[in-house]
């Protein structure tokens, strides 16, 4: 495993952390882009409230509840939708440095779950997430598809790389799009490596 990274009993057994859980929910899709470039799959994250891209989820209280229940509460409240988690959805577990509070001195490990969807239900998904959901217009501003297509070399995937997430969300997404084959290894390092010009 990378640096920083624990399985999911590695990371639990680190009582005095903080824990935050977010999900990665995909589908495939026939759908194409100007009725020729195809999207393949779509991949849904957030505009937070802060400005920055990140997954659906956040803290969960393991004196309260379990990571995947806690999860589950999270979407609920971000999403609008009730979405059964199990614990075969987990993929990776991180350790976080320190953060950065004069009052905690507390780690953060960051629990990524990944679920793949039908199509009809990433559309369910982000109507409640536009309507019903509790913190919908609060603590997030909307969902997003991720762009997994490149269009003029460095439109697409690059250019979304190249906007600022949360946390290490941004690896998550990188990490997570060549573990489910959604993007080619070809394509992933091409589009990381126009995200960083697009920034200098
Ligand atoms: P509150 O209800 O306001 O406490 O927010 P929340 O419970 O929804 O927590 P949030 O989603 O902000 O996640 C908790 C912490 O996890 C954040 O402060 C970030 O440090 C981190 N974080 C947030 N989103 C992501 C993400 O997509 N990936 C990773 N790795 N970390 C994230
Ligand atoms: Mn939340
Ligand atoms: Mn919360
Ligand atoms: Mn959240
Ligand atoms: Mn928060
Ligand atoms: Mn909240």
């Given at each position: 495993m990378a640096s920083g990274q624990l399985s999911r009993s590695e990371a639990l057994a680190c009582l005095g952390c903080k824990h935050a859980c977010h999900m990665m929910l995909y589908s495939a899709t026939k759908s194409q882009l100007f009725g020729?470039?195809?999207?393949r799959h779509i991949v849904l994250m957030q505009m937070r409230f802060d400005g920055l891209l990140g997954f659906p989820g956040g803290f969960v209280n393991l004196q309260k509840e379990t990571l995947e229940t806690g999860l589950s509460r999270e979407l609920w409240e971000e999403l609008g939708v009730a979405i059964p988690i199990s614990v075969e959805d987990h993929v990776v577990s991180c350790l976080a440095p320190a953060l950065f509070s004069s009052t905690s001195s507390s780690c953060l490990i960051t629990h990524l779950y990944v679920k793949r969807m039908e199509e009809e239900q990433i559309l369910e998904v982000e109507r409640a997430a536009a309507s019903?959901?509790?913190?919908?217009?609060?603590?997030?501003?909307g969902m997003i598809r991720v762009p997994l297509y490149t269009i003029?070399?460095?439109?697409g995937l690059a250019s979304f790389l190249s906007h600022s997430f949360i946390g290490n969300a941004r690896s998550q997404l990188v990490e997570s799009l060549l573990r489910f084959k959604l993007v080619t290894p070809d394509e992933l390092k091409s589009a990381l490596t126009h995200s960083m010009e697009i920034n200098t």
């Open positions: 020729r470039i195809p999207i019903t959901a509790k913190d919908h217009g609060h603590e997030v501003l003029k070399g460095e439109g």
